[in-house]
């Protein structure tokens, strides 16, 4: 059993390329968040999605898209990445009152 | 505004020196308070979920506490293996938001 499985765990861009990170849940949750973390700061939403087919903006969305391809796997796309967006980002899926989170993935953008 | 803040931001112990955890909060509408765990290039790990003040929660050497304002992770008699990075996260009418975090250093 997996749990949430989040790739890749380490990228190093440059300003301006693009990237998808990826995540998987074998849970059969309905829900699923992208958070990212930095130094001093509480964990950040910046997308979830309630259900299949359905997405919604978080706490800090500019910059960023996600797609729910099925239940299982939700990505998150950052179309030009910029210095600001380098972070530690994790995916995480959730029972009633209970999250589930990857490994994270941490991002460098030069 | 709603906001939590955890303190200390960092706290180092001898093994088996107990001490606590502090999270203050100040939300709309209180709907569940939750502790987690994070270990270095780990994601949280869920510890425990308060709902009302006066509830307690114990896991082996941790138990947390709920007030109106506030919530305590005590530690009793901790090991080096509890070291780890302490996270509180408090649900309100409509968003959870995150503590900072405090990280736990148990020297043997």
């Known amino acids: 059993n997996a749990g949430v499985t989040q790739t890749p765990k380490f990228q190093v861009l440059k300003t301006g390329q693009s990237m998808t990170l990826q995540c998987a849940q074998d849970?059969?949750?309905?829900?699923m968040y992208w958070y990212r973390q930095d130094p001093g700061m509480g964990l950040r939403l910046i997308y979830y999605?309630?259900?299949?087919?359905?997405?919604d903006k978080g706490e800090v969305p500019n910059g960023y898209n996600v797609s729910r391809l099925n239940k299982r796997e939700f990505s998150l796309r950052l179309e030009s990445a910029a210095p600001s967006q380098t972070s530690v980002y994790f995916c995480a899926s959730s029972e009633p009152r209970e999250l589930f989170f990857g490994e994270g993935s941490r991002l460098t953008v030069l | 505004e709603d906001q939590v803040t955890q303190s200390p931001e960092a706290l180092r112990l001898q093994e088996g020196e107990s001490s606590s955890l502090n999270c203050s909060y100040t939300?709309?509408?209180?709907?569940?308070l939750f502790w987690y765990r994070q270990d270095p290039g780990k994601g949280p790990e869920f510890l425990f979920t308060?709902?009302?003040?006066?509830e307690e929660k114990e896991k082996e050497r941790l138990k947390a506490t709920l007030t109106k304002k506030e919530s305590f992770l005590h530690i009793t008699a901790p090991k080096p293996e509890d070291s780890a990075t302490y996270l509180c996260?408090?649900?309100?009418?409509?968003?959870?938001?995150w503590g900072a975090g405090t990280k736990l250093i148990i020297k043997p």
């Open positions: 999605s309630a259900s299949e087919g359905t997405t």
């Open positions: 308060l709902y009302s003040a006066g």
């Open positions: 849970m059969n949750h309905n829900s």
């Open positions: 996260a408090v649900l309100s009418n409509y968003q959870l938001i």
């Open positions: 939300v709309s509408g209180l709907r569940g």
